[in-house]
């Protein structure tokens, strides 16, 4: 069929739609690991796909395929999904990927619960309307490791959104469990020398952490903010963040 992309695997032959199955693909790459809900709703937001069942058979036929590992998680009844070596060498024609598609321990609890928040933050951004561009740390380690015009740290993400009549970039890292102080330290120092990205905004799922961010971040010359998940999921627009380097609360739109 014309417009589509033959492959074969040990699994058997599998004919791929560069308008439907290379930007599923290429979500999950760059989500990490995304559960079957979250992929479906990018797939919805993005209009990739309009008919669930259809998406369902989608997926089903990417897992036998061998081009999706489908993994079952404690933290969620959802499937979860990442992808494998095989789908790495297709998507490699599309956007550089460091590692091949080896997953580490990207499945793991740990990893697995930053990569279902942070798409739940991606997700409410392009569900309010608000999103104009997503970088994931997929590509931005790429740009770090490939090029000379890097950031000075692999962000979770640079986001761009539209806050009336402005468009605001800003690098994003959810927080879902603290470092160590000495850790922040570091990144302090990094984030006062970036030159590439002047906003960088802090979401944690909880209050104690974001007060033991903020303490470590006191006083720095970084425009950084710290802000509560529920609150940017429920409206970024209308969402308090606080200030690091005064310990203010301000709305978003007047800190961003």
């Known amino acids: ?8 695997f040990q699994k058997g032959a599998i004919a791929l739609s560069p308008r439907k199955d290379i930007p599923l693909l290429l979500q999950v790459l760059h989500s990490r690991c995304v559960t079957h809900d979250q992929l479906w709703g990018f797939m919805l937001v993005n209009r990739y796909e309009s008919k669930r069942e259809c998406f369902n058979w989608r997926v089903r036929r990417l897992v036998e395929g061998g081009l999706l590992n489908r993994h079952c998680a404690p933290i969620t009844p959802s499937p979860v999904y990442s992808i494998t070596p095989s789908a790495a060498v297709i998507l490699a024609e599309h956007c550089p990927i460091l590692d091949n598609g080896k997953q580490k321990d990207f499945a793991s609890p740990h990893h697995l619960g930053h990569s279902i928040g942070l798409n739940d933050l991606q997700l409410a951004l392009a569900r309010q309307g608000v999103l104009e561009d997503w970088q994931s740390e997929v590509t931005i380690r790429a740009k770090n490791e490939l090029t000379p015009s890097g950031y000075v ?3 979770d993400a640079i986001a761009t959104v539209r806050i009336g009549e402005r468009r605001v970039t ?13 850790d922040y330290l570091h990144i302090r120092n990094l984030l006062e020398r970036e030159n ?3 906003r960088f905004l802090y979401i944690v799922p909880e209050p104690d952490l974001g ?14 903010f710290v802000g509560l998940a529920a609150e940017f999921t429920k409206s970024f627009k209308e969402m308090n963040v606080i200030d690091a380097a005064s310990g203010i609360m301000r709305p978003i739109t007047a800190a961003l």
């Open 1 to 8: 069929m014309e417009g589509m992309i033959h492959m074969g």
């Open 153 to 155: 740290k692999d962000y």
């Open 170 to 182: 800003f690098a994003l890292e959810y927080e879902r469990t603290p470092k160590k102080s000495k």
């Open 196 to 198: 590439r990205i002047y």
């Open 211 to 224: 007060s033991f961010i903020l303490e470590c971040f006191s006083g720095t010359t970084a425009l950084l």
